[in-house]
């Protein structure tokens, strides 16, 4: 897969990483995205629920068979080393399925969504660029709140435990300013998507 163009594409909570690879996608980029590929396994028949039914038992399967994610957010939030040992055990099976879908992939270049990628680091040797979606922290919570999911305390503890924002832009070669509205970004990133493909074309 080395061989490959690979953008990591990273951003803090509701910077709006998924909506940049969205738009990309629409353009002719490849997208593989570790949050779905967690979330797929752990949904019913997903790839890691043997191992979370061995390791944490019953009361963490949901009736149709997937995560009960509820139990387990709360669970991992009263039991931190439990967090660590989640991780532990999606992490390799993310990895593979990160490995299988990159060279499963036939567009032109692909772009490999990690919203901890600087956290992590250990995509960092796959990848050709960093590109970060950044917007002002007040637009960030006021995106990630607008869900219904969360809220603004929730945002700001998740965005405080996140790499801070100057860090995350100091690695970025290439920044989306995703402050303005839709119109702008889809701008943007066609502007981004000539350069991916003449970058991964070798004729840049
Ligand atoms: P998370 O880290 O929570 O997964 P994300 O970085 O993937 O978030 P998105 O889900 O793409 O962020 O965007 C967050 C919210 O903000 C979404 O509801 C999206 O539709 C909206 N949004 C993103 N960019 C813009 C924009 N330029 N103008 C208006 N709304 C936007």
Do not use: W
Not at 27 to 49: E, H, I, K, Y
Not at 95 to 113: F, G, I, K, N, S
Request: net charge neutral; aromatic share 4%; charged share 20%.
């Amino acid at each position: 897969m080395n061989n490959k163009f690979i953008v990591g594409v990273t951003g803090g909570i509701g910077a709006g990483k998924s909506t940049v690879a969205g738009i990309f996608a629409r353009l002719g980029a490849g997208v593989v995205d570790t949050d779905a590929l967690s979330r797929q396994l752990t949904a019913p028949g997903g790839g890691a629920m043997q191992a979370i039914r061995e390791h944490f038992g019953a009361a963490f399967i949901g009736e149709d068979g997937g995560l009960n994610r509820s139990a387990m957010r709360e669970y991992v939030f009263n039991h931190p080393p439990a967090r660590k040992q989640l991780e532990g055990l999606l992490h390799g099976r993310i990895r593979d399925a990160v490995q299988a879908a990159l060279q499963a992939a036939t567009q032109p270049y692909v772009l490999l969504v990690v919203p901890l990628l600087i956290e992590v680091g250990s995509y960092r040797p796959i990848l050709s660029r960093v590109l970060v979606v950044d917007c002002d922290e007040a637009l960030q919570v006021q995106r990630a709140t607008a869900r219904g999911q969360l809220t603004v305390d929730s945002v700001k503890a998740i965005m405080a435990a996140q790499t801070d924002r100057k860090t995350r832009l100091r690695v970025a070669d290439d920044v989306i300013d995703n402050s303005a509205d839709l119109a702008h970004l889809e701008t943007v990133v066609r502007a981004l998507d000539q350069q991916y493909r003449s970058l991964a074309a070798g004729t840049a």
